[in-house]
């Protein structure tokens, strides 16, 4: 079985690699060029992970030099390619002030340092953990609730039908059979004509009647197992010695 390595991006141009495998990635002038790589995966539909931790890590050691629309951007690419653990790397590399979760110190900062941008990272939050957790309906309506949001995506090409792939993907590793109405709101798509076509096209599922049926693979087959387990009591007996033990 293969291993891919995590510093590797088969899309990832010649000198964005030659950055990343020397001493340049640690230059802060290469934070310009980072950037414009960023700009090209939002236009592009790539996601080069590895590249755009080494931008946040120049960002962590040169906060003055920091841009947020570009760490937004970055963080909504991370949500493209759920359930990977892109978002959280990326988040744990931003300024304290702006996690979701802080320390009684770092909500003092963020108090005082409240800004659009701190509201966007605390938004962006708020999606992976919905994506995370499957809450693929609340993840939806949560997206079309505020024209922040509207505002943070923007850039990234093609991001509702990649999350739709993404939740699809994970979907199909649970199911056999689906309701129509239920994969209606879990993929935002309440137009029949645009689910069906979605779950022919990219999918290959089929539709019969109100159910989407969804071919076997190895994650969502029934499997029946039997497993006999032999547990002797000596096995335990240094633990029950230990229970009937003294304290000096």
């Known amino acids: 079985m293969g291993v891919t390595t995590f510093?590797?991006?088969?899309?990832?141009p010649a000198h964005i690699d030659a950055i990343l495998g020397g001493l340049d990635r640690y230059n802060p002038e290469?934070?310009?060029?980072?950037?414009?790589?960023?700009?090209?995966?939002?236009?592009?539909?790539?996601?080069?992970?590895?590249?755009?931790?080494?931008?946040?890590k120049l960002y962590q050691f040169n906060p003055h030099l920091l841009h947020p629309e570009t760490v937004t951007n970055?963080?909504?690419?991370?949500l493209t390619v759920f359930p990977s653990?892109?978002?959280?790397?990326?988040?744990?590399?931003?300024?304290?002030?702006?996690?979701?979760?802080?320390?009684?110190?770092?909500?003092?900062?963020?108090?005082a340092q409240t800004s659009d941008f701190v509201e966007s990272i605390q938004k962006l939050a708020r999606l992976s953990t919905l994506l995370e957790s499957a809450q693929y309906t609340q993840f939806w309506s949560t997206l079309n609730s505020d024209d922040l949001y509207a505002d943070l995506v923007a850039d990234v090409a093609g991001f509702e039908e990649l999350v739709r792939i993404r939740i699809a993907v994970e979907v199909g590793k649970a199911?056999?059979?689906?309701?129509?109405?239920?994969?209606?709101?879990?993929?935002?798509?309440?137009?029949?004509?645009?689910?069906?076509?979605?779950?022919?096209?990219?999918?290959?599922?089929?539709v019969e009647g109100a159910v989407i049926k969804v071919p076997s693979n190895k994650e969502n087959e029934v499997r029946s197992e039997v497993k006999s387990e032999r547990v002797g009591v000596d096995m335990f007996g240094r633990v029950i010695r230990r229970g009937f033990e003294q304290a000096a």
């Open 74 to 78: 970055v963080l909504v690419k991370a």
């Open 85 to 111: 653990p892109a978002f959280s790397l990326c988040l744990s590399l931003l300024p304290a002030h702006t996690q979701p979760f802080q320390t009684a110190d770092a909500e003092a900062q963020a108090a």
């Open 175 to 206: 199911f056999r059979e689906i309701p129509v109405e239920v994969l209606e709101q879990w993929l935002d798509l309440s137009n029949r004509e645009a689910l069906e076509k979605f779950v022919k096209d990219v999918c290959s599922w089929q």
């Open 7 to 12: 510093d590797k991006c088969d899309t990832r």
């Open 30 to 56: 290469t934070t310009t060029i980072f950037q414009d790589y960023v700009t090209q995966q939002c236009e592009d539909r790539t996601f080069d992970c590895y590249a755009n931790l080494a931008l946040l």
